[in-house]
C-alpha cells in the first residue's frame, strides 16, 4: 500500500499560515514549506565524501562479483530473444540538470518512442526476456557504470528521461529541486512503491514529495537504509515471479 510522506515539517517560524482552500493551491503550499525545510537541511560535513566512498566500493564490488559473469549471460539471452543492442544508453537529466547517458540492458524491441513514450506495465515492446529484466529490476544494474563514472549515486531520486523533465518542472512547483543531488539507482520514492510508469500527475507529485524528504534528511544511515529496503522489495518479487510460474 502506497504511504503518504510524513514530512515532519514544523512552522515556529510562520505566525498562523492561512492555508488555501482549493485542491491545487493547497498542493503549493506543501511544496512551499517542503522547501523552506529543505533549505534549511544541511547533511553532516562528511556526507557527500563518505557518500562517495561507498558508491564507489559498492558499485565495484558488484561490477567485479556480479556482473563479470551475469553480463554475457544476459546479453546471450537478449541477443537470442530479438534483434537489437544488448544495452540501452538514454539520455536522462543528472545533478544539477546536466545531461548524461544512462545505461541498462535493454528490455524492449527497437521502436522509434523509445525515448519520449514511458514503458507501461503490459507494453507491447518489451521482450520475453525484458519482462523478466524489469521484475528483478537486472535491466538497472549496468547503472553502476554511471556510478563509477560520477553520473549517478547508488541512492538518489530516479533521473528522468530529458522529454519528461522538461514537461514536469513546468507544471510542478519545486521539482527542479530533485536535480540539487546526484540520481540514484533506488531512492526513497521507490522503496514507498512508486515505482514504473507514471499513470497520473498526482503519482509523480508524490514521489517529488519523497524525493524532497529524502534530500532534507539525507544520511549515510538513510542511504543504507534505503539500500536494505531496496534488495528485499526485490527478492519478493523475485519470489512472487518464481511462485506465479510453478503454479
Not at 174 to 203: C, F, H, W
Request: proline letters at 4%; aromatic letters at 12%.
Amino acid at each position: 500500500m502506497k504511504e503518504s510522506a510524513a514530512l515532519d515539517i514544523t512552522l515556529d517560524k510562520v505566525q498562523t499560515p492561512t492555508i488555501p482552500n482549493t485542491d491545487m493551491a493547497s498542493i503549493r503550499f506543501m511544496f512551499q514549506e517542503m522547501n523552506q525545510q529543505y533549505l534549511e537541511h544541511q547533511p553532516a560535513s562528511y556526507y557527500v565524501a563518505a557518500k562517495r566512498i561507498m558508491d564507489v566500493a559498492i558499485a565495484i564490488t558488484f561490477i567485479v562479483t556480479i556482473m563479470s559473469w551475469l553480463t554475457p549471460l544476459l546479453a546471450l539471452l537478449i541477443k537470442l530473444t530479438s534483434k537489437g543492442p544488448v544495452f540501452f544508453i538514454q539520455k536522462r537529466t543528472g545533478y544539477m540538470g546536466t545531461e548524461f547517458d544512462c545505461f541498462k540492458f535493454r528490455t524492449m524491441y527497437v521502436n522509434d518512442e523509445a525515448h519520449v513514450k514511458q514503458v507501461s506495465i503490459n507494453d507491447k515492446r518489451i521482450t520475453r526476456i525484458g519482462k523478466f529484466l524489469r521484475v528483478t529490476h537486472l535491466d538497472e544494474t549496468p547503472q553502476f557504470f554511471n556510478v563509477l563514472l560520477g553520473d549517478m549515486s547508488v541512492v538518489g531520486p530516479r533521473p528522468h528521461m530529458l522529454y519528461h523533465t522538461r514537461y514536469y518542472s513546468e507544471r510542478i512547483p519545486y521539482y527542479n529541486l530533485r536535480l540539487e543531488v546526484l540520481p540514484g539507482m533506488t531512492g526513497m520514492a521507490q522503496i514507498k512503491d512508486y515505482i514504473g510508469e507514471i499513470s497520473v500527475e498526482r503519482e509523480l507529485r508524490k514521489r517529488i514529495q519523497w524525493d524532497i524528504y529524502y534530500m532534507k534528511n539525507r544520511s549515510i544511515g538513510l542511504d543504507i537504509n534505503i539500500l536494505f529496503t531496496t534488495l528485499g522489495c526485490v527478492f519478493v518479487k523475485l519470489y512472487e515471479l518464481i511462485s506465479r510460474k510453478n503454479k
